[in-house]
């Protein structure tokens, strides 16, 4: 049996966190004895100490100094890419395997930088997060969209309007389609996911970079059909048109949304391939499989 630590943070929200859901796959795993130290200081050394692990999985951390001294496997998993690569390439050398949630990122950020050895490990989720979550009918949506307020999503949601749209997030305005004004907590997120007849992924980041997102695996993993930006990364997850629906522009996710709103039984057969994906390809369970195969670590 394989002593594991995970050290980090469980988020905001910890009972949907996409770490929360990784933490869940490993402590239900009969081949792993499991610990897990939140980021933080010297509080938490007398728990290295103690728990001796053979493997540590960092997320979003760096090493402490404690655990430095351990002879363990140290894994990075990277879920910041592009965006916070700068910040983080520092910490690069004090790990044994990294890897990132980019493609983008391993083949033009860190090869570029001489990191041959990146892998790309995208975001997953936990399938059993998933199992029994209701419909709900507060959360009935044509079109539903849940994260913070960023102008480019302003404009994209506004060209829904006369929509049955509902926003949730932060830094929303009244002045959008769709506000709520409020917030998704916990299970209410994975409700409003599994309620409304399509939900956005706006796969374009803060800092203006495409990528593929924890509400991508999200929104297909609760069934419904996820609507995100075309672009060439997405394809390696989800086929277009037959596990999910792209758009370029705002006029073509308008012409989308109308366009599925009227063929139901294209809307939902799309969305259940997409399902049907999510959980042959894109669990914590499959993406464990394939981050200890690459560090040659047999369970």
Known sequence: MKKILLYCN???????????????TLDRNKKVELGHVPLGGNKFALKYNAFNPDIVISIKGW????????????????CDDPDEFFNHEPHMKEFDYWFTNSKWSEL???HKNGY????????????????????????EHDVMFAGHHIPYRHSFLNGLAGLDVGVYGSGWRESCVGFTGKKLIDMNYFMALKSSKMCIDF???????LNV????????????????NQFSEM????????ECVGFVNEK????????????EDEREEIAKAGRKRFLKDHTWEKRLKYVFKECNIKL
């Open 108 to 110: 033009f950020q860190h």
């Open 252 to 263: 073509d996710l308008r012409e989308k949304v109308d366009y599925y709103l009227e063929h």
């Open 203 to 209: 796969s374009l980041s803060g800092s203006n970079y």
């Open 10 to 24: 469980f988020g905001k929200y910890p009972i949907t966190d996409y770490r929360k859901g990784l933490y869940n």
């Open 116 to 139: 041959k050895k990146v892998k790309t490990c995208a975001f997953a989720q936990d399938q059993k997060f998933f199992e029994k979550v209701p419909f709900n009918k507060l959360f």
């Open 213 to 228: 997102k924890e509400k991508t695996f999200e929104i297909t993993g609760v069934g419904s059909l996820l609507l995100c």
């Open 235 to 242: 394809r390696l997850y989800y086929k277009y048109d037959k």
């Open 63 to 78: 090493i402490p100094e404690k655990l430095k001294r351990k002879n363990c496997i140290f894994i990075h998993l990277q």
